[in-house]
């Protein structure tokens, strides 16, 4: 399951973040993405630089959907964001409203995805 996390994140961070880069209007925002298990749809990316450093971080704020019957945790450390290249970029831990909780059968919760790039 947690590579199906990984998986499905990478590639939506990527197409995400990569929208901005031209003038191509299309976008995944708003899209519900996932598997028959979770939905994660990509509301908002932002972009800002870290209080500590002068690294930026992309803030994706997202809803996500549990199509199961069984309660499923889920959490900022699910997701990863990979570059064309397969870079692996790191997760920013250093905020309070990075998404991580349990999402009830058939509820939907919003939070936030907080990576470093």
């Known amino acids: 399951m947690k590579k199906i996390f990984l ?4 590639t939506l961070l990527v197409a995400v973040s990569l929208t901005g880069c031209g003038n191509n209007t299309n976008s995944d925002l708003n899209k519900a993405l996932g598997t028959k298990a979770i939905t994660i749809t990509p509301t908002k990316v932002t972009r800002e630089k870290a ?14 959907k549990n199509n199961t019957k069984k309660a499923v945790g889920i ?13 692996a970029y ?13 999402v009830t059968p058939g509820d939907t919760v919003k939070g ?6």
Do not use: C, P, W
Not at 51 to 64: E, F, N, P, T, Y
Not at 112 to 117: E, H, L, P, Y
């Open 75 to 87: 959490g900022a450390g699910n997701f990863q964001l990979k570059d064309d290249d397969g870079h």
């Open 112 to 117: 936030n995805i907080f990576q470093q790039a």
């Open 51 to 64: 209080v500590s450093d002068r690294k930026a971080i992309l803030q994706v704020q997202v809803k996500v």
């Open 90 to 102: 790191e997760m920013y831990g250093m905020k309070s409203d990075s998404i991580g909780q349990e």
């Open 7 to 10: 998986t499905l994140f990478a």
